[in-house]
T-cell receptor, first 115, second 114 residues
Framework: NAGVTQTPKFQVLKTGQSMTLQCAQD?????MSWYRQDPGMGLRLIHY???????DQGEVPNGYNVSRSTTEDFPLRLLSAAPSQTSVYFC??????????????FGPGTRLTVL | AQTVTQSQPEMSVQEAETVTLSCTYD???????LFWYKQPPSRQMILVIR????KQQNATENRFSVNFQKAAKSFSLKISDSQLGDAAMYFC???????????WGLGTSLAVNP
């Protein structure tokens, strides 16, 4: 199993450009999510999905779109990049058992710089 | 509201010594999970240990163990025989009830001195 994969690992954008961060998992997990990590602010949830066709907003969704057309893939789209979106982005997935969601498995992260 | 608090932004320990990282949380749910994650300089987030609230026994994984005090809503991580490879950022996280989100602490940066 590859686990959770993310591409690209590094990206530099100019203000106003758009791009898509790719995330895929091969563990058949129902739950997938996107976080951003900034110094001193921990992990902040951007968007999440509990299954194909179902997405919802996290705590910092503005400027980002997601879709979940398959169980495996959960891309994150930056519509018009801004310097405030400079961050490290993580994709994570987990399965659900009777008592709740299990531990999240993380991708290696994408370091995004917006100039 | 559910919260997770890590009150120690930075800690250090001598190699081979023991260190305890603190985490307190708040939830009104009776059924929940608690996690400790490690993030080394490579940036990869790695699960260290997991505790189910209904289990009274403290979870242990090799040199890592927790002190789970449910009444006090405390979930500390003890690292025994610290190694240089333990140097990392450590995050405490909570998943409560049917909440579809993990609630994260801000992390504790652990340095291991040779």
């Amino acid at each position: 199993n590859a686990g959770v994969t993310q591409t690209p690992k590094f990206q530099v954008l100019k203000t106003g450009q758009s791009m898509t961060l790719q995330c895929a998992q091969d563990m058949n997990h129902e739950y997938m999510s996107w976080y951003r990590q900034d110094p001193g602010m921990g992990l902040r949830l951007i968007h999440y999905s509990v299954g194909a066709g179902i997405t919802d907003q996290g705590e910092v969704p503005n400027g980002y779109n997601v879709s979940r057309s398959t169980t495996e893939d959960f891309p994150l789209r930056l519509l018009s990049a801004a310097p405030s979106q400079t961050s490290v982005y993580f994709c994570a997935s987990s399965s659900f058992s009777g008592g709740g969601y299990n531990e999240q498995f993380f991708g290696p992260g994408t370091r995004l710089t917006v100039l | 509201a559910q919260t997770v608090t890590q009150s120690q932004p930075e800690m250090s320990v001598q190699e081979a010594e023991t260190v305890t990282l603190s985490c307190t949380y708040d939830t009104s749910e009776s059924d929940y999970y608690l996690f400790w994650y490690k993030q080394p300089p490579s940036r990869q987030m790695i699960l260290v240990i997991r505790q189910e609230a209904y289990k009274q026994q403290n979870a242990t994984e090799n040199r890592f163990s927790v002190n789970f005090q449910k009444a006090a809503k405390s979930f500390s991580l003890k690292i025994s025989d610290s190694q240089l490879g333990d140097a990392a950022m450590y995050f405490c996280a909570l998943n409560a009830g049917n909440n579809r989100k993990l609630i994260w602490g801000l992390g504790t940066s652990l340095a291991v001195n040779p």
